[in-house]
């Protein structure tokens, strides 16, 4: 009887749900990377862009070099949103912004990288990649009996990918903090403000500009509220400060 060919010591079987996937909800050179939360059936595909080297000395046969590589992925998403505002989780939101009647362009790119992200062990930190895509999106389960709302998620590529390093750094990692929102507008020195965001947990700073808050409390992982110290009437740039690290700075518009 014939043995199974064992494998190296060490080794185990990867998963089908051991892949993440980001959304850049800041700048290319600046990113604030959200993850695809609630994800599933995530399928990428790569296909290679050839051009014929036939010769006489293939003696009929095929000769195909490879000049470039194709991306897409595709995915299912829960859709999750607020029951206060209405809103749906930002990354949601950010993948529906590409598919409204006024996103042309440029308005209707999404950056968007991808990785290896396992449930135990270390994760491959070569399979990851980063890469501007198009979007499309067909809302599904809409039966009448209250069926979890989900989206099949198509991203087509635009251009090349780039080879990155894995970022995922574990499931316990903190992330980075990230602004979303800050509410109301238009407070001055001592009022309260809302900031809303990600990553908030262990917070030791709030900055507007280089002025830290009078006072900050932080209530959650995606909640703070902070009172504004003395400065001038304009827009001034807020930033949290983490163990892990400073957010990306957002505008916020008060008064004296």
Known sequence: MSEAVPLPAGSTLGKSFEYGMDVNLGTYDTPDWQPIRRMSGYQPTYTPTTQDAQTYDDLGAANQDVTGWSHAHAFNVQVNRSITTGAYLPEIEAIRARTLPSAKGAAAVLDVRW???PESGEPNPTDAGRGFVTVA?????TGPNGEIEQWS???TGKGPYEEIANPFAGWDAEPAPAIISI???????????VITGSGFLGATDVKFAAVSASAFTVVSATTIVASLPA?????VNVTVITPVGTSPAKAYTRVV
């Open 183 to 193: 509410t109301p507008s238009g407070q001055g020195e001592g009022d309260q403000i």
């Open 137 to 141: 999106y067909q809302r599904q389960n």
């Open 153 to 155: 998620v198509t991203l």
């Open 115 to 117: 990785y290896h992200k």
């Open 231 to 235: 400065g001038s009437a304009g827009s």
